[in-house]
């Protein structure tokens, strides 16, 4: 599977504020771009905390023949149960819970798959691609969910848009948070193209295989 992500973050890589409040970092060309990489995806994937911050439905910018599926990877399955995230017909919620997860109460239209053990990176795209037909995916955060995918190789392409402003606070939701990665898997980026419009930084980068050393 094709995996890709996308991000707006600060000068100092912070997501948001360190209160984890939705915060709008980028300008109306940054969504604009957003929504045309949207378009590439057959899937859009945010973890719990992300969908708690913002529980509206992941569109793009063109019509699809197929709704875009929007998916959450959870490991309590707190959150919303009602709301434009089940009820837009352009989207298709699909949540991937923990085993131990609280997946009941959810509107009937939403799919929801519940893992063996752990709900992993490994598993979610199995999940997808086998039930959902997913063959380009998304990754649209937090940066617990981007650590994830780094640890497990699963990430292929990162869309960053470098942001002018500063937010810092101790603890505040940066590109990639997580236990960190481990020095030998460190993660290696190829430049592919940037661009300055504005006073805003768009950087493509391809992921390199983890470093042995």
Not at 32 to 48: E, H, I, K, Q
Not at 53 to 63: G, V
Not at 196 to 206: G, I, K
């Amino acid at each position: 599977m094709e995996v890709f992500s996308n991000s707006a973050m600060s000068l100092d890589g912070r997501l948001g504020t360190a209160r984890y409040e939705h915060l709008r970092l980028g300008s109306d060309e940054d969504l604009r771009r957003m929504g045309s990489l949207r378009g590439r995806a057959d899937a859009v994937l945010v973890g719990g905390r992300t969908w708690r911050a913002w529980n509206l439905p992941l569109t793009c910018l063109k019509e699809r023949d197929e709704p875009l599926v929007n998916a959450v990877l959870t490991r309590t399955g707190a959150g919303p149960r009602g709301g434009r995230f089940f009820t837009c017909e352009r989207t298709r919620p699909v949540i991937l819970g923990d085993a131990r997860a609280d997946l009941d109460g959810f509107p009937a239209r939403t799919a929801v798959h519940r893992a063996p053990g752990a709900a992993t990176v490994d598993w979610a795209l199995s999940v997808l691609e086998r039930e959902h037909g997913v063959r380009r995916l998304l990754v649209e955060g937090g940066g617990d969910l981007l650590a994830q995918f780094l640890a497990a190789g699963r990430l292929h392409e990162l869309f960053v848009t470098v942001c002018p402003v500063l937010l810092g606070g101790r603890g505040a939701p940066s590109l990639v948070d997580g236990p960190g990665l481990p020095a030998g898997a460190r993660s290696h980026l190829e430049l592919l193209s940037e661009e300055r419009v504005a006073n805003e930084l768009f950087l493509h980068y391809r992921v390199l295989p983890h470093d042995p050393a």
